[in-house]
């Protein structure tokens, strides 16, 4: 009995433990700092709305208002330039990073994303705080990871756990944050990312909520749940979302470029969107920032077609023009504003035919938040999972799969890439192969369809820089040697040079896309 109690306990295996409570850790501290950024966003903008609508009545303080709002361009456009990493959302510099296409130091990039957020973010430009939430939480990780002296895939864990921990506290919806990470960020759904990514988003939710309360982001009431004979309408819905997915994503890749005719130094491009507002914020105060209260707003009293029509330009143009000036900012929230205005825009058209109650007008603003995200991100689950959270019942767990599917397949048959990584790939530049003499593990899923599936090892040309040490089959480890053969669903792991992660990477995509 005795030797039995001895060889459990040295087959205790603690790893995971260990990194449960470093994402316990990273999730609570970038928890306080993301509520605070948050905090900060949601009162900066109620002043900004209340000093529009001042200055209708004193047009004095407007002289005031455009210098204050061309100093903090200036302000913020010069943190940029100090710190090129802190530019957009955030997010395609996180993958980056996971990925090893780019790294940079993390406390520069954690006070100047907070700052310039707040300043842009909370001044009614038309940007989002989930992404800078992102990128604030993996640089906290970032920072802990250093701390606590860890490399290579510990500190990539802590990267991720971050990343999530930082979404969930600008959503509330910690199981999502983990998806969208594992989906849309990392790409991969290692046992060691998923546990610290979800230990930490479950700590900074707790966090949030005790800041924010438990009433749910985006709680929408509606009054019953869609029947099976409007089930058409969602088909409907899915291909209309997809087709305008499709055009946001290449306006928003394109606009980089029309800012470069304008002359103006890049860092200065935030001029545009802080002086545009002005008047927009003048006229209709209401539509400024993120989304948010657009959204709860249009759910509780939904307007004409033709105004809702006026409301989706709006914010269309005026959310490419302040993500494209480079601006600490994302485009999430922004996405899912205009996706709920696109299903409004679709249910009041149907409910004009008479092919729809209006009744169910509120129920297709909620669908069309999550079809639009999964077709501009091509993250269908995560799009399910976090209307579902932020929205706050699990009512809608069929309509918004039919929906996100559709849109789904609409952006990728029109040839639309996922927006976050065709952004990556402007921030990146190929390189060669190096040697830094620190090893570092490389995770290559073999999907089914994959060229390397049913194939042996040795039939497979691997770069010259990587050698496989082993494949993760389910829960254990096989041992891999030249007639071992490669299944769906296994992981490879690869080991290489630090710096030669993201181009071992890059050969094996190009080897596996090949024409056998």
Not at 87 to 113: M, T
């Amino acid at each position: 009995m005795q030797s039995q109690i001895t060889k459990r306990k040295r087959h205790l295996d603690l790893t995971r433990l260990g990194a449960i409570g470093r994402g316990l850790l990273v999730g609570l501290i970038a928890g306080v700092v993301v509520s605070i950024f948050r905090f900060c966003i949601q009162y900066g903008l109620k002043f900004v709305q209340w000093a529009y609508v001042g200055m209708r009545a004193q047009p004095v303080w407007l002289i005031l208002w455009v210098l204050a709002s061309v100093a903090i361009a200036v302000f913020v456009g010069y943190l940029v330039k100090q710190s090129p990493d802190i530019k957009g959302s955030g997010i395609p510099q996180v993958e980056g990073q996971l990925a090893g296409e780019l790294d940079y130091a993390w406390w520069p990039v954690l006070w100047r994303k907070f700052v310039g957020g707040i300043l842009g973010i909370g001044s009614g430009l038309f940007l989002g705080r989930e992404g800078p939430s992102i990128q604030l939480g993996a640089t906290i990780g970032q920072g802990v990871a250093e701390k606590l002296r860890r490399t290579g895939a510990d500190r990539r864990s802590l990267i991720a756990g971050g990343a999530a921990a930082g979404l969930s506290a600008a959503f509330n919806a910690p199981i999502a944050s983990t998806l969208f990470i594992l989906e849309e960020v990392y790409h991969n759904f290692s046992p060691i990312i998923w546990t610290t990514a979800l230990a930490s988003a479950i700590a900074s939710n707790f966090i949030s909520l005790n800041f924010f309360g438990l009433v749910p982001v985006l709680h929408i009431p509606y009054t019953e749940n869609l029947p099976l004979s409007q089930y058409g309408n969602l088909i409907g819905l899915g291909i209309f979302l997809g087709v305008f997915g499709y055009l946001y994503q290449n306006v928003t890749l394109t606009m980089p470029n029309w800012y470069a005719k304008l002359r103006l130094p890049s860092w200065l491009n935030g001029l545009v969107p802080f002086l545009l507002v002005i008047p927009l914020g003048l006229k209709w105060p209401q539509l400024l920032g993120g989304g948010n209260g657009v959204i709860l707003d249009l759910a509780a009293v939904t307007p004409a077609l033709l105004v809702l029509i006026g409301i989706f330009i709006i914010r269309f143009v005026f959310s490419t023009v302040s993500y494209g000036s480079g601006l600490p900012g994302g485009i999430f929230l922004p996405i899912l504003s205009l996706g709920a205005v696109l299903g409004a825009i679709y249910a009041q058209a149907m409910v004009n035919l008479g092919w729809m109650p209006a009744h169910f007008v509120a129920n297709f603003i909620i669908f069309a938040m999550a079809g639009y995200f999964a077709g501009i991100g091509k993250a269908p689950f995560t799009a399910i999972l976090l209307i579902t959270e932020m929205v706050g019942t699990l009512h809608h767990l069929m309509p918004l799969a039919v929906v996100s599917m559709t849109a789904f397949l609409v952006v990728d048959l029109l040839g639309g890439a996922p927006i976050y990584e065709a952004l990556l790939e402007k921030l990146i530049r190929p390189r060669l192969p190096e040697h830094t003499g620190v090893q570092d593990r490389l995770e290559v899923p073999v999907f089914e369809g994959s060229q390397l599936e049913d194939h042996q090892v040795r039939d497979f040309k691997w770069p010259s820089e990587s050698l496989l040490i082993a494949i993760c089959r389910g829960e254990r480890q096989v041992i891999p040697h030249g007639d071992t053969l490669m299944r769906a669903g296994d992981t490879l792991i690869i080991l290489t040079d630090h710096a030669n992660r993201a181009w071992v990477r890059r050969q094996i995509e190009q080897l596996t896309a090949a024409t056998p």
